[in-house]
């Protein structure tokens, strides 16, 4: 009896240790690390080009934009990062829209948004900024926890673009991780406490088909690919730990209402990436956002589509031109 106990109680080690230092690391994998989506993998791959809304356009002089290519580095951990800058039309403009792409994509997914530049005159308001942030396009390949990083590279952004541009104050506009990330720039208090000790300011968020509840939304696609919620649970508390215990965070109903910027968010109910129904749950009854909704329209594919693209590019236009 005493050695059936000690080998049962072997066996439990094992399985326990098997657990932690196996299983677990894999499912938090599943979280933070995906496919770094560079230039030459999406320009030689017809879906993904269509994807992106990609046709022969593939820089901003391709819209009529002169633009410099920009290198530089994350803020704490000396990833290389790679931006396009395109000045404003007219001479003096103090202010830049920051366009931040989501997970497994890069700046070329957010370049067509440059037609709607050009079409409103966005330009004579506003310099542009279109980052590839870490792990994306022509930005060093790394790992990203659901936007906690993508912040740090957004902050980033803005620095070098003081440094290099003089220039202080931004709007965001994010997509899906990148609204998320968006978001948390303006909350994590570490980014917070950068952003005022070197002026730098966000004046608005725009935020489309966002990713609004990290936890809740992978939860959701847990369930599609049958992750038990005890594994589940488990792997989120190994995330949670490599984002300083900032999960509970990471939600609109926080971030949105910590940090009362106007917010304007585009999304579709059609959605099955970044759900409506917890979108809506998340920014219920929030007084500075503004929400628009895309009957039937799926995850950052609402501008590409013709019976949405002028009713989504008016509101863009309308909430950038606010006071």
Same mark, same amino acid.
């Given at each position: 009896?005493?050695?059936?106990?000690?080998?049962?109680?072997?066996?439990?080690?094992?399985?326990?240790?098997?657990?932690?230092?196996?299983?677990?690391?894999?499912?938090?994998?599943?979280?933070?690390?995906?496919?770094?989506?560079?230039?030459?993998?999406?320009?030689?791959?017809?879906?993904?080009?269509?994807?992106?809304?990609?046709?022969?356009?593939?820089?901003?002089?391709?819209?009529?934009?002169?633009?410099?290519?920009?290198?530089?580095?994350?803020?704490?951990?000396?990833?290389?990062?790679?931006?396009?800058?395109?000045?404003?039309?007219?001479?003096?403009?103090?202010?830049?829209?920051?366009?931040?792409?989501?997970?497994?994509?890069?700046?070329?997914?957010?370049?067509?948004?440059? !037609?709607?530049?050009?079409?409103? #005159?966005?330009?004579?308001?506003?310099?542009? &900024? $279109?980052? /590839?942030?870490?792990? %994306? +396009?022509?930005?060093?390949?790394?790992?990203?926890?659901?936007?906690?990083?993508?912040?740090?590279?957004?902050?980033?952004?803005?620095?070098?673009?003081?440094?290099?541009?003089?220039?202080?104050?931004?709007?965001?506009?994010?997509?899906?991780?990148?609204?998320?990330?968006?978001?948390?720039?303006?909350?994590?208090?570490?980014?917070?406490?950068?952003?005022?000790?070197?002026?730098?300011?966000?004046?608005?968020?725009?935020?489309?088909?966002?990713?609004?509840?990290?936890? !809740?939304?992978?939860?959701?696609? #847990?369930?599609?690919?049958?992750?038990?919620? &005890? $594994?589940? /649970?488990?792997?989120? %508390? +190994?995330?949670?730990?490599?984002?300083?215990?900032?999960?509970?965070?990471?939600?609109?109903?926080?971030?949105?209402?910590?940090?009362?910027?106007?917010?304007?968010?585009?999304?579709?109910?059609?959605?099955?990436?970044?759900?409506?129904?917890?979108?809506?749950?998340?920014?219920?009854?929030?007084?500075?956002?503004?929400?628009?909704?895309?009957?039937?329209?799926?995850?950052?594919?609402?501008?590409?589509?013709?019976?949405?693209?002028?009713?989504?590019?008016?509101?863009?236009?309308?909430?950038?031109?606010?006071?």
């Amino acid at each position: 009896m005493k050695i059936f106990l000690r080998v049962l109680i072997v066996l439990v080690l094992v399985v326990v240790a098997g657990f932690y230092f196996l299983v677990k690391p894999y499912f938090v994998g599943l979280i933070t690390d995906y496919d770094r989506y560079t230039f030459e993998y999406v320009l030689e791959n017809d879906t993904l080009r269509t994807d992106y809304g990609l046709t022969n356009q593939t820089n901003p002089k391709d819209y009529g934009f002169e633009f410099e290519e920009i290198d530089f580095e994350t803020l704490t951990d000396g990833l290389a990062l790679n931006g396009w800058y395109v000045p404003a039309r007219n001479e003096g403009i103090q202010q830049t829209l920051l366009i931040n792409h989501g997970r497994t994509s890069n700046r070329l997914k957010t370049l067509k948004y440059l !037609e709607l530049v050009a079409d409103y #005159g966005i330009d004579t308001l506003y310099n542009v &900024f $279109i980052p /590839d942030l870490r792990n %994306s +396009g022509r930005s060093e390949e790394a790992k990203t926890a659901l936007g906690y990083e993508f912040a740090e590279d957004i902050t980033a952004s803005m620095q070098m673009l003081k440094d290099q541009y003089g220039q202080q104050e931004f709007v965001l506009w994010g997509f899906s991780m990148g609204a998320m990330a968006s978001a948390i720039t303006v909350n994590r208090p570490d980014l917070v406490e950068y952003q005022k000790a070197n002026d730098l300011k966000v004046n608005k968020l725009i935020l489309a088909s966002p990713l609004s509840n990290v936890k !809740e939304t992978s939860w959701v696609e #847990g369930q599609r690919m049958g992750i038990p919620r &005890f $594994i589940f /649970d488990a792997a989120w %508390s +190994g995330f949670d730990g490599l984002v300083d215990n900032w999960t509970e965070q990471m939600k609109f109903s926080y971030l949105l209402n910590n940090n009362k910027l106007p917010a304007l968010v585009l999304y579709g109910n059609g959605d099955a990436t970044t759900p409506a129904e917890i979108l809506e749950a998340e920014i219920e009854g929030q007084m500075n956002v503004y929400p628009v909704l895309f009957q039937g329209a799926d995850h950052v594919q609402i501008y590409t589509q013709p019976e949405f693209k002028e009713r989504y590019a008016s509101r863009v236009d309308a909430f950038l031109r606010m006071d």
